[in-house]
């Protein structure tokens, strides 16, 4: 696909999201819902899920091969730019806060797909920190068997 059309398509699906979020907030206001009244809790718990399930579907094996089949056909015009979202976090994050929002307010029972992605989200936080704590040790202890190596050799030659 040229760079031109895919740019006009990647300018269009922006028209296509705003439009969803005009569709999304007539919705919630029939149903009696005002966003801009969201408590914290409901704020922390759409952006855990926000996160979460925008790791799963830009990163995960999971949705991996949704991925290559999109990228191998970027040149069908829609498709190449549903491959642009599915593969930049930002984008897809975009996306995914407004799905979110939808099955948190609009969805029967979606507040609990919500919450189990919310849960999954601060379960990979905290896996996360966990691996920087590691990785940080592992340097730390590197270091210091680097300059017990270079202090055993000094002595030696002394």
């Given at each position: 696909?040229?760079?031109?059309?895919?740019?006009?398509?990647?300018?269009?699906?922006?028209?296509?999201?705003?439009?969803?979020?005009?569709?999304?907030?007539?919705?919630?206001?029939?149903?009696?819902?005002?966003?801009?009244?969201?408590?914290f809790?409901?704020?922390?718990?759409?952006?855990?899920?926000?996160?979460?399930?925008?790791?799963?579907?830009?990163?995960?094996?999971?949705?991996?091969?949704?991925?290559?089949?999109?990228?191998?056909?970027?040149?069908?015009?829609?498709?190449?730019?549903?491959?642009?979202?599915?593969t930049?976090?930002?984008?897809?994050?975009?996306?995914?806060?407004?799905?979110?929002?939808?099955?948190?307010?609009?969805?029967?029972?979606?507040?609990?797909?919500?919450?189990?992605?919310?849960?999954?989200?601060?379960?990979?936080?905290?896996?996360?920190?966990?691996?920087?704590?590691?990785?940080?040790?592992?340097?730390?202890?590197?270091?210091?068997?680097?300059?017990?190596k270079?202090?055993?050799?000094?002595?030696?030659?002394n």
């Amino acid at each position: 696909m040229s760079e031109r059309k895919h740019q006009a398509w990647n300018f269009w699906s922006a028209f296509v999201f705003f439009g969803l979020v005009f569709v999304v907030g007539y919705l919630l206001e029939l149903d009696g819902d005002d966003i801009r009244e969201i408590s914290f809790k409901e704020a922390v718990v759409i952006i855990l899920a926000s996160y979460r399930m925008t790791r799963i579907l830009v990163f995960e094996k999971i949705f991996k091969y949704l991925r290559d089949v999109l990228k191998k056909r970027e040149g069908l015009y829609v498709v190449g730019t549903l491959s642009s979202i599915i593969t930049c976090p930002w984008c897809m994050g975009v996306w995914v806060t407004l799905s979110i929002i939808i099955f948190y307010y609009l969805v029967p029972y979606g507040a609990l797909l919500v919450y189990v992605l919310a849960l999954a989200g601060v379960a990979s936080l905290v896996i996360l920190f966990s691996n920087v704590m590691h990785m940080w040790t592992e340097g730390k202890q590197r270091i210091h068997q680097k300059s017990k190596k270079s202090n055993d050799m000094d002595s030696q030659f002394n």
